[in-house]
């Protein structure tokens, strides 16, 4: 039993020993440098004031022209070609113009252009050189799924000296992202390597959740046995414990003893925090709660 643990550990800490080592730097990194985000200040910041006076639709008729079902919000803004409404449902995002209740979405990249450069002069950044530089449903920036009600995504260069870049959605016209040069670079030392995230494989969710999952369970297996084989082979003289080991064999099992705790509960919260619905609930009733909930006054 103990060769078949020392056999293990040896082989899955040899195919993750780089694997725990760079999820530790990019952590460090990550601490510094969060993956690039346009914050709600920046957000208000670059909005325009909307005109109280100018005419526009009820709400209940926008949310109507909208055709979105179980419209949970609606918002009011002032875009650089008109006044729009917002209609946000559960899973879907439609811009209507406030005047009339037609469709409101951007499809061409002149328009997209055109509003992110009103939201950089709103915030004072330089736009003189702005233009879009692509339109397409994932870069490496706009894999994550809070982005996927807005797809395809403009994506506007600003041609300012810290390289900013805006995203605009094609079904609100709102400016969702924003990236500078220092983020982008720090990110591919960070966020990118730590979440395991190229767009080839983020891009399609499932995949990736289940290649992280996999791997931190293997990390996670490869610590507890680590942890197994330290403790077994701790040598009792006296009141004194000691390692059996000397030399490099000696440091990694008096560090490996001393890290247990911290590395079996950072990699065990890791893991976890994958489980997405595997062994525990998403929160969601079951058929049979449902039922019961349904049946009360």
């Given amino acids: 039993m ?9 082989w899955l800490g040899i195919a993750f020993c780089l694997l725990f080592a760079m999820w530790f730097a990019t952590g460090i990194v990550m601490h510094f440098v969060p993956f690039p985000s346009l914050t709600e200040a920046e957000r208000f910041a670059g909005l325009a004031s909307v005109d109280r006076g100018a005419a526009r639709i009820p709400v209940v008729e926008a949310v109507a022209a909208s055709g979105v ?5 609606v918002r009011l803004i002032q875009r650089s070609d008109a006044a729009v409404y917002i209609v946000s449902g559960s899973s879907r995002v439609r811009a209507v113009r ?21 939201h950089a002069r709103n915030r004072g950044l330089d736009a003189a050189r702005a233009a879009v530089v692509a339109r397409s449903d994932y870069d490496q920036w706009s894999v994550p799924n809070g982005f996927d009600r807005h797809r395809p995504l403009f994506r506007v260069a600003l041609g300012d000296a810290a390289g900013t870049e805006v995203y605009v959605s094609s079904s609100t016209g709102e400016i969702v992202l924003e990236t500078r040069r220092r983020e982008r670079g720090w990110n591919w030392a960070g966020s990118v390597l730590h979440w395991i995230y190229p767009t080839v494989l ?4 499932s995949l990736w959740d289940r290649v992280v999952w996999t791997l931190s369970l293997l990390a996670l297996i490869a610590a507890m046995l680590g942890a197994v084989l330290g403790i077994a082979r701790v040598q009792l003289r006296g009141r004194r414990m000691s390692s059996p080991y000397r030399g490099w064999h ?22 976890l925090s994958m489980d997405h619905g595997r062994l525990f609930s998403r929160g969601q009733l079951t058929a049979a709660e449902s039922g019961v909930m349904n049946a009360l006054p």
Avoid: Y
Avoid at 98 to 118: H, K, M, P, Q, Y
Avoid at 202 to 205: A, C, D, H, V
């Fill in 98 to 118: 406030a005047f009339d209740g037609a469709d409101a979405s951007v499809a061409i990249a002149d328009a997209a252009l055109a509003i992110a450069r009103e």
């Fill in 250 to 271: 000696a440091l990694h099992h008096v560090i490996g003893l001393t890290a247990t705790m911290f590395v079996l509960t950072w990699s065990l919260s890791g893991w």
């Fill in 202 to 205: 983020r891009s399609n969710w």
């Fill in 69 to 73: 079902a179980g419209a949970v919000r």
């Fill in 2 to 10: 103990m060769s078949a643990i020392v056999v293990t550990h040896r």
